[in-house]
């Protein structure tokens, strides 16, 4: 739809007329001063509704509502050019090309889900390993299927259970082979940034060399088609632009134009999901103001400042400096502290741990009250155990999952990141499984669940209000505990009933909103259409409508 065109006051110094003038743009249609313009995107104008409509079919693959932008420090990154709705959908496009990722067991080719020795068919034609034979007519498949005839002999999978060598080769292929398939995809792909200079002779440029760059010509008996430089900047820029889909198990791997554009944030104000169709989707689960950078996070928001900026510098080659990194205590929320108490015998103090340089995460680490120094031999030795036994322990186990907590809670802070990752496990396990597991456990123990849920989601709104899915379950988990205590109350006549439902009622509703935008492969979207019946539901229960 067209709108008004907007902007800025008129100068005391210039007459309105003249800004009417800056604020007009050309029609597309038929080339005439336009003074309306598309209200999904504000950056094209219109004459009327009628030419909108009859250049929909050229603007539909450019109406965004952000513009790209270049400098010389962020290379290219997204503004918003309008105020961005909550619940906005700002992108959403097919995949440049989509793979397996590098280091996986073998999976099929075509549909890219898990394979096992026992059950899986080669290609008639070429013998990459499909799960059915339609997989083999998949057109992901096909250009390597006709690359791999080529070869001479049909490929002869032995081992199902362990990485695969010749997969590290598979999703480089398919993006080399798109000069050939696909000219105008391959000229788009070629365009992203890859590090190259960056990741050379680093270690993982010596493997992807000696792994993929070297083997591709050598297995499939092409040494003059490309060099080893351009088989490594292909790698490169799946390196950095890579997108993991969580629709496939294993996850597989997908390149996308535009989404290579957005910048990264410890902070983001975008969420990312998928459709069935593989097409990408990053929306705003607040709203966005015009003019606002746009931003994803390449790493885990939930992690702490030392676990992200190591994944950052290892997989995307560069150092964050975002608001939440040069903050130490990450907005307030202490995600990375330790308690001072823990290093110190006989100590009453209720401070928290943090580096004494925010640079410098190795280091010795300061108490924020009594202002003690423990040294950073100590905090390595504990952070290391912490990890082992957070990596080890059982997160289905809800027994196992208090007894981390009691025991790693002398040292690390209530909102240290490894205590929420088993506090999240923990909301999840206490009366979860089936509608009927929470009407079985203790008062106390559903009070608890309560409890942790709502410290969760304080946390989440400060740290990364975008995480939808994190977000969304956790919702979902307190409406169910609130749901509970309020049929326990209508039996125990607690006044607090109707409070608690309505409580319910919102957090139900919450992880709806967070959740609809998942597709029908993921376990969210189960979760959001019963969040949707539970809406209606405590609706009717509380008068709020007609049954």
């Known amino acids: 739809m067209v709108s008004d065109?907007?902007?800025?006051?008129?100068?005391?110094?210039?007459?309105?007329t003249a800004e009417v003038e800056v604020l007009a743009g050309i029609c597309p249609v038929c080339n005439q001063s336009a003074k309306k313009r598309c209200s999904g995107c504000s950056a094209a104008y219109y004459c009327s509704v009628e030419h909108q409509r009859q250049d929909w079919k050229n603007h539909k693959n450019v109406c965004h509502p952000f513009k790209i932008c270049s400098d010389e420090r962020y290379g290219r990154y997204m503004v918003a050019t309008k105020d961005i709705k909550a619940g906005e959908v700002v992108l959403k496009e097919p995949p440049l090309v989509q793979g397996p990722a590098?280091?996986?067991?073998?999976?099929?080719?075509g549909c890219l889900q898990g394979l096992t020795e026992n059950e899986f068919l080669p290609c008639e034609r070429c013998g990459w390993p499909v799960c059915k034979r339609e997989c083999q007519e998949h057109p992901g498949h096909k250009a390597e299927c006709k690359f791999t005839i080529a070869r001479g002999s049909k490929m002869s999978l032995q081992h199902f259970y362990v990485p695969h060598p010749v997969y590290q080769c598979l999703i480089p292929l398919r993006c080399l082979l798109l000069a050939e398939r696909d000219p105008a995809k391959w000229q788009t792909l070629i365009k992203l940034e890859s590090h190259e200079e960056q990741r050379r002779g680093s270690e993982q440029w010596r493997n992807d060399r000696e792994g993929v760059a070297k083997l591709i010509p050598r297995f499939f008996k092409c040494e003059n088609k490309w060099s080893e430089d351009e088989i490594l900047k292909i790698i490169g820029i799946l390196q950095v632009n890579g997108?993991?889909?969580?629709?496939?198990e294993p996850p597989s791997v997908a390149i996308y134009n535009n989404a290579s554009m957005l910048e990264h944030s410890c902070r983001p104000n975008l969420s990312k999901s998928f459709t069935c169709k593989r097409e990408i989707v990053f929306w705003a689960p607040n709203p966005i103001k015009n003019?606002?950078?746009?931003s994803i996070c390449y790493s885990d928001v939930l992690w702490g400042t030392a676990n992200r900026q190591d994944h950052l510098k290892q997989t995307k080659l560069f150092h964050c400096a975002c608001a939440r990194c040069l903050d130490p205590t990450e907005f307030g929320t202490y995600v990375s502290a330790l308690r001072c108490s823990g290093f110190k015998k006989d100590s009453n103090c209720s401070g928290l741990l943090l580096p004494e340089n925010v640079k410098n995460w190795y280091g010795g680490y300061i108490c924020n009250k009594c202002r003690g120094l423990v040294e950073a031999v100590e905090i390595t030795k504990i952070l290391d155990r912490a990890r082992v036994d957070h990596e080890a322990m059982q997160k289905t186990n809800e027994k196992h999952c208090s007894m981390y907590i009691a025991h790693y809670g002398r040292w690390l802070g209530p909102n240290h990141h490894l205590i929420v990752?088993?506090?999240?496990?923990?909301?999840?396990?206490?009366?979860?499984?089936?509608?009927?597991?929470?009407?079985?456990i203790s008062d106390e123990d559903l009070m608890t669940k309560i409890k942790i849920c709502q410290e969760l989601i304080n946390l989440f709104e400060k740290i990364c209000p975008a995480e939808a899915r994190v977000i969304g379950t956790t919702r979902f988990e307190l409406h169910a505990a609130l749901a509970e205590f309020g049929r326990r109350g209508v039996e125990s006549k607690n006044p607090a009933v109707r409070s608690a439902l309505e409580d319910s009622l919102y957090n139900a509703a919450e992880c709806v909103r967070m959740l609809s935008h998942?597709?029908?492969?993921?376990p969210e979207s189960k979760i959001c259409e019963q969040a949707r019946i539970n809406v209606n539901s405590l609706r009717v229960l509380l008068g709020l409508q007609e049954g």
């Open 5 to 16: 065109a907007e902007g800025a006051s008129a100068s005391p110094s210039k007459p309105a």
């Open 243 to 248: 997108h993991e889909i969580p629709l496939t």
């Open 291 to 294: 003019g606002e950078r746009l």
């Open 518 to 522: 998942e597709p029908d492969e993921l």
């Open 102 to 109: 590098q280091i996986t067991a073998p999976v099929c080719v």
């Open 421 to 440: 990752d088993v506090k999240i496990c923990l909301s999840q396990i206490m009366g979860g499984g089936s509608p009927e597991a929470i009407q079985k």
